[in-house]
């Protein structure tokens, strides 16, 4: 099978191209032909898959029209962005109008009302209505996401497929002591939190419930530190070597507003940390409470500052195991069984 997956831009660090990449190997791997269709931004030599389509397309708006106008060489296409016409779309970034709608909760008016009527907001959630309407089928990574399209857009629910997210096996390993001196810390309890997009995925709640746990917070990623003044904070900037990272902390945390299926805490789970997340990530649903991580409703500090006190009273052993365990059955071989399965039965119907 010749498969087009279609994504306009490129990110060195950008989630949906990680996962596009290592799709297109497992394709590859099952003996497919995985065709990137994609913008003028993606480096040739950062494809594993069998050849590059490139379309015009600076906009959202721009590279959809590019797409619709084309006729790829393809037997069917995957995309991982909003283009009315794919066969089959993969809603990784979740529906626009349920992050605007979740993001209103912490906004004041002005900033409700300047997201509600941004151009920008208004053409992405245009885009995505014209997806639902023309689609053969879709992949949810979450049940959160599959109800939102159902919600939002009226897609009939025997359309949508919930496939989670996968991992490329497990994490290497580093040492704890080693990793903490060299990061110039002490033996004190430590969360991690990875990522950018500090607003979105809550990083000023889990500064404000760490001081109330007395922990301190490794920010990992890049963002606006004059923003996030805080005792509990350490800022590591960008991180590309996350192993020492993982190993240097007690706990993940991600108090989101919103997210999909965060990738970042199927990785911590896998490193043997427990997550600290919210009911407005997909990646939820796959935890047991106690067990693998805490869940709380978005914005609650004082749940967060339990539960990091918490996981600080935990076998560290045991809870490593449980998490291991969890995080091993969401393997990106499964993501690409379950994904191509989708393929087979659109084309086959």
Not at 38 to 66: H, K, N, V, Y
Not at 126 to 131: A, D, K, M, P
Request: one cysteine or more; charged letters at 20%; a positive charge.
């Amino acid at each position: 099978m010749k498969i087009g997956l279609v994504r306009r831009g490129f990110s060195g660090t950008g989630g949906a191209e990680a996962y596009l990449m290592r799709l297109a190997h497992g394709l590859t791997q099952a003996g497919h032909e995985a065709i990137l269709i994609t913008s003028e931004e993606w480096p040739a030599e950062r494809w594993p898959g069998r050849g590059i389509i490139r379309l015009p397309g600076r906009t959202p708006d721009e590279f959809a029209a590019a797409f619709a106008a084309s006729k790829a060489p393809v037997d069917i296409t995957f995309s991982l962005e909003r283009v009315p016409g794919c066969d089959v779309y993969r809603a990784g970034d979740g529906v626009h109008a349920a992050w605007i709608e979740r993001r209103s909760v912490f906004e004041p008016w002005w900033k409700v009302w300047f997201h509600r009527y941004n151009p920008k907001h208004i053409a992405l959630i245009r885009l995505e209505r014209g997806v639902y309407q023309t689609v053969r089928a879709v992949i949810a990574n979450s049940r959160m996401v599959a109800d939102e399209i159902v919600h939002w857009h009226g897609c009939p629910r025997k359309k949508i497929h919930i496939v989670p997210n996968g991992i490329g096996g497990a994490l290497a390993t580093a040492d704890r002591a080693e990793s903490r001196s060299k990061l110039g810390l002490d033996d004190g309890y430590i969360a991690l939190f990875a990522g950018s997009g500090w607003e979105r995925k809550g990083l000023a709640f889990a500064l404000a419930a760490a001081e109330k746990a007395d922990a301190k917070v490794l920010v990992a990623g890049r963002g606006k530190k004059s923003a996030y003044s805080s005792p509990a904070a350490i800022f590591l900037g960008p991180v590309s070597d996350l192993p020492p990272v993982f190993a240097a902390a007690d706990v993940f945390i991600l108090p989101t507003i919103y997210d999909p299926f965060s990738n970042a805490c199927l990785e911590a789970l896998a490193a043997g940390l427990p997550v600290i997340t919210t009911t407005a990530n997909g990646f939820s649903e796959i935890i047991t409470p106690g067990v693998h991580g805490s869940v709380v409703e978005p914005g609650d500090v004082n749940g967060l500052a339990e539960a990091l006190r918490y996981w600080r009273t935990q076998d560290r052993a045991a809870t490593a195991k449980a998490c291991r365990e969890l995080a091993a059955q969401y393997s990106i071989e499964r993501n690409v069984k379950e994904t191509l399965a989708v393929l087979t039965g659109v084309l086959q119907s």
